[in-house]
């Protein structure tokens, strides 16, 4: 008797687990593909020729930066650059200012450009030192003769 008592417990019980598992629903049917979803397609940057002339200038400029040979550094910022202070920026001021940044921040590791405005006078880098610090450097260039200069720099 018990075992009959018992028999019956587990089924009531497995046929309770049974209807409760049941939504109601559908089943999908097995050779359903389902639908992916689109990927969002990327808005490229566009810039006019005219921002991008001065890129190659601050290239080199932070290629030389970058290997701590200021003395080159120096050479693609105008006779009369500025830091962010208004102030001169003598060729003592940049290799102070340079070996300043290599001593506190580590030397530079990577250094991004990216133009701003529709000249190429504006050029805002995203640089990283070995020290793992990354920071922003807002750069003014102009153009004299036909080279591309710094003419105002507020970090190196």
């Not at 687990?17 to 490229?44: D, F, K, M, W, Y």
Request: charged share 20%; hydrophobic share 40%.
């Amino acid at each position: 008797m018990k075992r009959t008592i018992l028999s019956g417990l587990v089924i009531c019980l497995l046929s309770f687990i049974l209807v409760a598992c049941n939504s109601g629903a559908e089943p999908a049917p097995i050779n359903q593909v389902p639908t992916p979803t689109p990927l969002p397609t990327p808005t490229p940057l566009s810039l006019t020729k005219n921002s991008v002339l001065s890129v190659p200038t601050v290239a080199l400029y932070y290629t030389a930066a970058k290997m701590r040979d200021y003395e080159k550094a120096y050479t693609f910022l105008s006779a009369d650059a500025v830091d962010s202070n208004g102030k001169k920026v003598t060729k003592d001021v940049f290799m102070q200012m340079a070996q300043e940044g290599d001593n506190l921040n580590g030397v530079i590791k990577n250094v991004e450009l990216a133009p701003y405005g529709k000249d190429s006078t504006q050029i805002i880098t995203t640089i990283d030192r070995n020290s793992g610090i990354r920071y922003h450097s807002h750069l003014t260039l102009k153009l004299e003769g036909k080279d591309w200069k710094i003419a105002s720099l507020d970090r190196v």
